[in-house]
């Protein structure tokens, strides 16, 4: 059984009617128990309307009216602080029974490896995957890693928005250690050559596939 964490960071995020979303920044998707109370009972006390899963794995508490933000922000108890870069993971092969790997440790090293390197020309989305269905969104993410039988394989440059496909593949069958160490240089590569506000996938299709596995070496 998974252990869900507790240590949940809350981002506000204003919207187009004056009212305020709280965005709680789940790790893998997770709420524990007493998390799932607490907010609960916030939305009861103060008569939010909607508790709303993003498809980023998150959850957005809805409604909150500006005047009584700090008061609902105390009342769950969490600290604020921007979400982690998104990831998403599948359930992989320790509840899935197609899955060839398990997700759950590798998705919080890739989340911890891309927020230690950062920051990035822009928004950085993973996707870690225990198979090739691709649960995770693995060919549509900035970086994709799918579990095969062998190890892993790793995907950059994938998009789900504007110019939509799949990643180029930047490796097959790694090792754990290995598919990490490629995403680091990867990011390097990005961080470097990336232009403002330009996702992966588009500096990818400007410098060509080649370039980008050529910085592995
Ligand atoms: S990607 Fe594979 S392991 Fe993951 S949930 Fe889908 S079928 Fe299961």
């Known amino acids: 059984m998974n252990t869900v964490s507790e240590s949940i960071t809350i981002m506000p995020l204003e919207r187009k009617d004056g009212t305020f979303a709280l965005r709680l920044c789940l790790s893998q998707g997770e709420l524990s128990i007493a998390m799932l109370r607490r907010v609960m009972d916030v939305m009861t006390a103060y008569g939010l309307p ?44 320790a509840e899935c029974r197609y899955g060839k790997q398990e997700t759950r440790k590798l998705g919080r090293k890739l989340t911890s490896l891309v927020k230690e390197n950062g920051p990035y020309p ?12 691709g649960c995770g969104l693995s060919f549509v993410r900035d970086i994709g890693l799918v579990g095969k039988s062998a190890g892993w394989d790793l995907y950059f440059g994938g998009s789900a928005t504007f110019s939509p496909g799949p990643g180029v593949a930047l490796g097959k069958k790694l ?3 290995e598919v990490l160490d490629r995403v680091r240089k990867a990011l390097a590569f990005y961080k470097e050559n990336g232009r403002k506000r330009e996702r992966i996938g588009s500096m990818v299709r400007r410098l060509g596939h080649e370039a980008v596995a050529e910085s592995l070496k």
């Open 50 to 93: 909607t508790l709303r899963a993003t498809t980023g794995q998150r959850m957005n508490l809805e409604g909150v009216p500006k005047d009584k933000l700090d008061e609902i922000v105390a009342a769950l108890g969490t600290a604020v602080e921007k979400c982690p870069p998104g990831v998403s993971v599948c359930p992989g092969s």
């Open 122 to 133: 822009f928004k950085v989305k993973t996707g870690v995957s225990g198979c090739s269905f």
């Open 175 to 177: 090792s754990e250690d």
